[in-house]
């Protein structure tokens, strides 16, 4: 009888949907949305801008306040927060901004880059996947590094650099089906090319630069594995008490942990942090909590949410929590945090969910990148700010048309 | 990108967007017009997160998700402005039935379309895109249990549902009173959804 009405609703639905086809223009209709998007979040920026440019005018307020863009082309600085910013142009190309509104192109006919150490990884969008370059940050000394592949199925993704530098670690997937997806994980010897295989993925993080912390394919254990030898030993499991502690102190009603994940170590000098992320389900999800740990001490963080929780990490033990469901801009929600504890608080923002975050090199500043167009910068709240030295007040400001926000780094004394 | 090369992403619509639609069909109750918001605020969001996909996946796991979710805030949305779940699609044009078969058919599909949608997620999921338990759990956020009870319901309706159709059924086929027996039952708010 069950498999009865199985069978004849698999069979209704086959029929039901077998013929239909998606609008034909269904890529422009697409564009025409991201591009109604934008128009919002610029509108939204525009209105702070005006919001902005009112006070100024009525309370004549000057300190810390930014001015409106006219000014801040003519004397002001183009963004709060100094440092320089990287950016992928809606041209392929990788560009640092100053303040002042100088830019200096690193490389072009590049998707993206991110900073490891003194270099960048950088990596190119082909035919068969993307191909992984590295390059000094004046676009200097650029090496492929990694290839792209020779088939649509098998692309490597998540390449990431060890601290040092001198290895890429990588994931090739293969895409047999939808639902048949499998990972490798590789590293490779820069100096000497000689690749080692570090077993099934699906994720990895640096530990060192002779070891890599990698997701367990059952999702409930982080193995540790050595990148000369690929030995895998068990690092951490969603049954230690220490986790299964922190996760109910934060999630008192959501039961054990079932899976967990490796988030990522902080990043500059020591000690050194370690992200990772509980949930009471298989999978990211389900009552999801972020444990920070550092030594012996166990930092558990859950704001209100159900569904999704990602960390990107600041400057000097700032971090960030974005939460929210898919990215509906309903409940996406971020918060500011650091590793002293006390209360986590919310940066004042656009408004809808963002795709990119950056921490100004003080870390008194957060830039939110919105898609290639937008780019909006706004304080580091109070208590985390504290951290930093000094709390900056200022409204949200915009920046347009740079590109996509990859990073934001202190300017190199040369 | 390499100038000899297509856009990955289009590319990826291109080849998917078939499968995704009926997907969304399905998750939207055959209503074509919110099958066809629903994919496109899917793969906008997809298309957002272009420039950083060599730190993703595939994309199709992340659309397949978003559909879902998005199905489901909208559903809950329009019922909180308008006091009902939007409305399912058209039925088809009358076709000679002599088995009765296409009518069972129907009558399936608008039961499915007037169960809750998380209900109705889960039935998708789980019967027309062969997702296991785990993967439909992922993506919905919840757990397996959650999953299984939820099928459990959702597949007890329906049969409720053709039973209802075999009683009333005459020996000579007469016009269906389609989804009477579910629709009263999709009003009601929903419940034990969430496990905490």
Known sequence: MAADIERRLRDAMTAAVAECEPPRAIMELVRRRYRRRNRNIAAAGALTLAAAITVTAVTGAVGRQPSPVREHRAAGPLFPGGGRILFATAAGALEWLYPDGRTAQVASGFAGAAPAGPVLLAWKQTAYGFSYYTMNDDGSDIRLVRPAGHSKRVSTIDAELSPDGTRLGYDVQDVVSVRDVTDEIWSVDLVTGRKTDLGPGPGFIWRDSSAILADSRDQRSLQLVSVTTGRRTPFLTVTDQPLIRAYRQVRPRAGLPESIWADGWSPGSAPAVLAISLANTPGTGGQPAEILLRGGQVLPFAPDTDSLIQLSWGVDGMFMLHTGYGDNSVGWNSYVGTLSGGPLSRPRTLGEPWDTVAFSPHGDVIALGYGIEITAFVPVPAPACRRAGRCLHFRPKPLFGRGTLLAWAPVPAR | ?196
């Open chain 2, 1 to 196: 990108m390499d100038a000899d090369a297509g856009d990955p992403f289009e590319e990826f619509v291109r080849g998917r967007s078939a499968r995704l639609f009926r997907l969304a069909m399905l998750l939207a109750g055959q209503n074509r017009a919110e099958a066809g918001e629903l994919l496109e605020i899917a793969l906008e969001r997809a298309y957002r997160r272009r420039a950083t996909a060599s730190r993703d996946r595939s994309p199709e796991p992340y659309v397949r998700q978003v559909l879902v979710s998005t199905s489901i805030d909208r559903w809950r949305s329009l019922r909180r402005r308008a006091g009902q779940p939007p409305a399912a699609g058209e039925p088809g044009p009358e076709v000679r039935d002599a088995t009765g078969e296409i009518a069972d058919r129907d009558l399936l599909l608008r039961s499915l379309a007037a169960l809750p949608p998380r209900q109705r997620a889960v039935l998708v999921l789980r019967y027309w895109e062969d997702l296991p338990e785990a993967e439909i759990a992922s993506v919905l956020r919840c757990t397996v249990g959650t999953v299984r009870s939820q099928a459990s319901r959702g597949l007890a309706r329906l049969r409720e549902a053709a039973a209802s159709r075999v009683a009333e059924r005459p020996e000579t086929a007469a016009p269906d009173q389609p989804g009477t027996a579910v629709t009263a039952q999709a009003e009601r708010p929903e419940t034990g959804d969430r496990d905490d």
